[in-house]
Each structure stands twice: as C-alpha cells, then as structure tokens.
C-alpha cells in the first residue's frame, strides 16, 4: 500500500489544494493531508484541519485524512508510513520546489516527492493571496469552498 504525505499550512484550505489532494487519492491507495502549526496564520491549527476536513467532505474521498503535523516533513512522513510527499506545482514555485526535494531527499532518501501541476483556473491562487485579498475586503468564494468563505468573512468581520 503506497501512503503519500501533502503537508502544508492551508491558511486556508483553497480550491486548488482540493484538486491536489482529490487527485492524489486517485494515485496513491491512501493520502494523509499534514497540516502544519504555524504562529503567523490566520485561523488555528485546529480551524484549519476541520476546515479541510468539512471540504473534503463534500469531496467522498475515503482514502484521505486529515492530522496535525509539526516538524520536518520527512519526519512525519516516516511516522505516517508515508513513501511519497505530495506538492502541488504553481508556475512561480519551482525553485522553492526544487530545492526542498533536494533535502528532503538528502534527510529522506527513500522518501520520494510526486509533483501535481496545479489545474489552470487555481494557478494563481495561494492562501497568502487569498488572506490578503480578504483583509481587504474582496470577494474571495471563488477560490475557496463555501464553508471556508464563511469562515473567512467571520474572521475579517471579528473587532481587532
């Protein structure tokens, strides 16, 4: 059974990292969504990991879960029995990319990184951008799953 890693901060969870997590369920036989601690984001390590999971909800992907992760990625790869990590490929990303292979595969050499190439209509969106455009007031459903929009509307919306 191959199980694959895509870690990430999904601050917050886009259309974009649902097309990369629905198609890796359809490559590997179980994929395991790390979603990272981070001090600077927007919504909590546990907001962020129940908004991926209401997402993917709506997906019915039985093959996918969602958990915390803190460390290095190729140390939760190991302790999640995972062979491969995942990363979606934007045009800007690929020597950021490429550089974080190259480690990974110096600390993890038996851990191999799969590529997906972001789908056309999400090659511009990121969470940063998203949060940014959001923090300004605009519109961002487009880019997001519903529950994620409402969630983002009540965060802007909360007195700073």
């Given at each position: 059974m191959t199980v694959a890693l895509y870690a990430?901060?999904?601050?917050?969870?886009?259309?974009?990292?649902?097309?990369?997590?629905?198609?890796?369920?359809?490559?590997?036989?179980?994929?395991?969504?790390?979603?990272?601690?981070s001090r600077s984001a927007l919504f909590s390590l546990e907001e962020r990991i129940a908004l991926?999971?209401?997402?993917?909800?709506?997906?019915?992907?039985?093959?996918?879960?969602?958990?915390?992760?803190?460390?290095?990625?190729?140390?939760?790869?190991?302790?999640?029995?995972?062979?491969?990590?995942?990363?979606?490929?934007?045009?800007?990303?690929f020597g950021y990319e490429f550089d974080m292979t190259l480690m990974n595969r110096h600390m993890a050499p038996d851990i191999d990184s799969v590529y997906l190439m972001t789908a056309l209509e999400h090659s511009f969106v990121s969470g940063t951008r998203v949060r940014e455009l959001a923090s300004f007031g605009r519109d961002v459903s487009e880019f997001v799953p519903e529950a994620v929009n409402d969630a983002i509307l009540k965060k802007f919306a909360q007195p700073k």
């Open positions: 990430g901060r999904f601050d917050p969870v886009t259309n974009g990292h649902l097309d990369i997590a629905s198609r890796a369920a359809h490559i590997f036989d179980q994929v395991v969504i790390g979603v990272a601690a991926f999971e209401g997402a993917l909800g709506n997906a019915g992907l039985e093959n996918v879960r969602v958990t915390a992760i803190a460390g290095l990625t190729v140390d939760e790869a190991r302790a999640q029995g995972a062979q491969v990590l995942v990363r979606g490929l934007r045009a800007g990303d």
